[in-house]
């Protein structure tokens, strides 16, 4: 069992920046990759970006590519989502998790992730 907690969350004005941290412990997520997730009122969960357990593969949805960014600090069993422009659009609840065996970062269905957290609202007014 993974145990996934998301954080850094919050009202933004559009334009702003956010960082949001994913911290997994219980079973490793050694050699697994990591996704975001966002969902808005009313809509379905929806991919934002997915990263290799190295690092050296990353996808992103092209709503969000050039002003996001997903990194992992594998030491500290932790995932990164950098949101830099953000725009109203982007108001959702944002779910890290951790992919099936043998998902890859080109799997975009949230179906294809095993483990969940529990979401970090993120709201950017206008």
């Known amino acids: 069992q993974v145990h996934l907690v998301e954080s850094g969350g919050g009202l933004v004005q559009a334009g702003g920046s956010l960082r949001l941290s994913c911290a997994a412990s219980g079973r490793t997520v050694t050699g697994y990759v990591m996704g975001w997730f966002r969902q808005a009122p009313g809509k379905e969960r929806v991919f934002v970006a997915a990263?290799?357990?190295?690092?050296?593969?990353?996808n992103y949805a092209d709503s969000v590519k050039g002003r996001f960014t997903v990194s992992r600090d594998n030491a500290k069993n932790t995932v990164y989502l950098q949101m830099n422009s953000l725009k109203p659009e982007d108001t959702a609840v944002y779910y890290c998790?951790?992919?099936?065996?043998?998902?890859?970062?080109?799997?975009?269905?949230?179906?294809?992730?095993?483990?969940w957290g529990q979401g970090t609202q993120v709201t950017v007014s206008s």
């Open positions: 998790a951790v992919g099936a065996s043998g998902t890859t970062v080109t799997v975009t269905t949230w179906r294809a992730y095993d483990y």
């Open positions: 990263i290799s357990w190295s690092g050296s593969s990353i």
